[in-house]
């Protein structure tokens, strides 16, 4: 008589908790169908969405990365002094002069291969590209994938799957391993939305001279527009670098250094003013600019990594009109290095030129590079507000 009242009781406790199981469970799945804002699908190898920072408001249809070669930071402010109208215009918008290269290298190409797939050089990330004058072919090797052992997708990767047009003009031969590596048989998969194809790098071009690579870019930028397309491109001026080689890096009012930045800077203007001209790329198209190292230890060459005056460089956003604005200002998460600071790979956040991919990936409204691990959150223009066209 003692146990019937407790089994029955135990019954009761039993179908009490059910029942309350039951309501959290069925409560659980509805808020989180209803109110969750958490992207459930988070993994950066998957991402169809950018992570971390709010998506740019109004995204620009086209974006140019442009790097100058051996282009340093005080030869800019001495631009900027002299009142040359290709980089005034191109600094009124976020920038900084106290950019870096990698922490580990001042050469060309790993600094390259760094902007456009958002990786460093060392690491388990790192694309571990050294190569910098004679390239391995395909068959020795020669691509991106192969040196670092797995896929290194790149931001031409990330465009051309979403259906931008992709450009990659350069004024140097090594620049073939670009091609190399995103041609149709060495490109992956297209696994976001249409098929776009393996082959990642729509236009590839080559010119001696920086007025060539001008010539092409605005050619495809005129194309794109007319055919209504999107477009991600990357241009590469080595002018200054090959005058730096020739006749040292040379601070000197009236050297052949601050001659060629003269040269560079007329370029600049001539596409700002191409853009501003053209009513389908006027305030629809941005450039990021930067370069790949600075010049002057050795006084001829720029191979001294832990030297300032090859580790400083500029990183500039141009998006048409607007205010210069200082880019650590608007870049809460990065430190800004003093002078003669380098910051190694864990001894800081600086903006760096390997921010550059990923960064123009965020002004065209698109995720960044899949497994990147500079700029891969996408904020450094987080505290910027898009002056309206
Ligand atoms: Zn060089």
């Given at each position: 008589m003692q146990a019937q009242p407790q089994r029955i009781s135990g019954r009761a406790v039993g179908a009490v908790m059910f029942i309350?199981?039951?309501?959290?469970?069925?409560?659980?799945?509805?808020?989180?169908?209803?109110?969750?804002?958490?992207?459930?699908?988070?993994?950066?190898?998957?991402?169809?969405?950018?992570?971390?920072?709010?998506?740019?408001?109004?995204?620009?249809?086209?974006?140019?990365?442009?790097?100058?070669?051996?282009?340093?930071?005080?030869?800019?402010?001495?631009?900027?002094?002299?009142?040359?109208?290709?980089?005034?215009?191109?600094?009124?918008?976020?920038?900084?002069?106290e950019a870096r290269t990698d922490p580990d290298s001042t050469v060309t190409l790993p600094n390259h291969v760094g902007m456009v797939t958002g990786r460093l050089f060392r690491g388990p990330q790192g694309h571990n590209w050294l190569p910098n004058v004679l390239l391995p072919t395909i068959a020795e090797g020669g691509t991106l994938h192969a040196a670092h052992?797995?896929?290194?997708?790149?931001?031409?990767?990330?465009?051309?799957?979403?259906?931008l047009m992709t450009a990659m003009l350069a004024?140097?031969?090594?620049?073939?391993?670009?091609?190399?590596?995103?041609?149709?048989?060495?490109?992956?998969?297209?696994?976001?939305?249409?098929?776009?194809?393996?082959?990642?790098?729509?236009?590839?071009?080559?010119?001696?001279?920086?007025?060539?690579?001008?010539?092409?870019?605005?050619a495809f930028l005129d194309d794109a527009a007319a055919q209504?397309?999107?477009?991600?491109?990357?241009?590469?001026?080595?002018?200054?670098?090959?005058?730096g080689h020739v006749r040292a890096w040379d601070m000197t009012p009236g050297s052949l250094y601050l001659a060629c930045v003269d040269r560079m800077d007329a370029l600049v203007d001539r596409l700002v003013r191409h853009i501003e001209a053209n009513p389908a790329l006027r305030?629809?198209?941005?450039?990021?600019?930067?370069?790949?190292?600075?010049?002057?230890?050795?006084?001829?060459?720029?191979?001294?990594?832990?030297?300032p005056l090859n580790f400083r460089i500029p990183f500039v956003v141009w998006g048409g009109d607007g205010e210069p604005v200082d880019l650590y200002a608007i870049s809460p998460s990065r430190t800004r290095p003093a002078p003669t600071e380098r910051m190694t790979a864990?001894?800081?956040?600086?903006?760096?030129?390997?921010?550059?991919?990923?960064?123009?990936?965020?002004?065209?409204?698109?995720?960044?590079?899949?497994?990147?691990?500079?700029?891969?959150?996408?904020?450094?223009l987080v505290g910027w507000s898009r002056p309206l066209p």
């Amino acid at each position: 008589m003692q146990a019937q009242p407790q089994r029955i009781s135990g019954r009761a406790v039993g179908a009490v908790m059910f029942i309350a199981a039951l309501a959290v469970t069925v409560a659980w799945i509805v808020l989180r169908v209803f109110f969750t804002t958490e992207p459930v699908e988070s993994a950066p190898e998957d991402s169809t969405a950018p992570l971390g920072a709010a998506s740019i408001a109004r995204p620009f249809d086209h974006v140019v990365v442009l790097s100058i070669d051996g282009l340093r930071p005080d030869a800019v402010a001495h631009a900027l002094d002299l009142g040359r109208a290709g980089f005034t215009a191109l600094l009124k918008g976020p920038h900084t002069l106290e950019a870096r290269t990698d922490p580990d290298s001042t050469v060309t190409l790993p600094n390259h291969v760094g902007m456009v797939t958002g990786r460093l050089f060392r690491g388990p990330q790192g694309h571990n590209w050294l190569p910098n004058v004679l390239l391995p072919t395909i068959a020795e090797g020669g691509t991106l994938h192969a040196a670092h052992g797995s896929y290194v997708p790149s931001m031409w990767d990330v465009a051309h799957d979403h259906g931008l047009m992709t450009a990659m003009l350069a004024s140097k031969g090594k620049f073939i391993l670009f091609d190399n590596s995103f041609r149709e048989e060495q490109g992956r998969p297209d696994a976001t939305g249409a098929d776009d194809g393996t082959r990642k790098i729509d236009l590839v071009g080559f010119a001696l001279r920086g007025e060539g690579v001008i010539r092409k870019i605005m050619a495809f930028l005129d194309d794109a527009a007319a055919q209504g397309r999107r477009s991600l491109s990357f241009i590469h001026l080595a002018d200054t670098d090959v005058t730096g080689h020739v006749r040292a890096w040379d601070m000197t009012p009236g050297s052949l250094y601050l001659a060629c930045v003269d040269r560079m800077d007329a370029l600049v203007d001539r596409l700002v003013r191409h853009i501003e001209a053209n009513p389908a790329l006027r305030g629809r198209t941005a450039i990021v600019m930067t370069s790949d190292h600075g010049g002057g230890a050795p006084p001829s060459s720029h191979t001294v990594p832990e030297s300032p005056l090859n580790f400083r460089i500029p990183f500039v956003v141009w998006g048409g009109d607007g205010e210069p604005v200082d880019l650590y200002a608007i870049s809460p998460s990065r430190t800004r290095p003093a002078p003669t600071e380098r910051m190694t790979a864990t001894g800081g956040s600086p903006i760096r030129n390997a921010d550059a991919g990923n960064c123009a990936l965020w002004l065209l409204g698109l995720p960044p590079i899949p497994t990147s691990t500079v700029g891969v959150e996408q904020d450094l223009l987080v505290g910027w507000s898009r002056p309206l066209p």
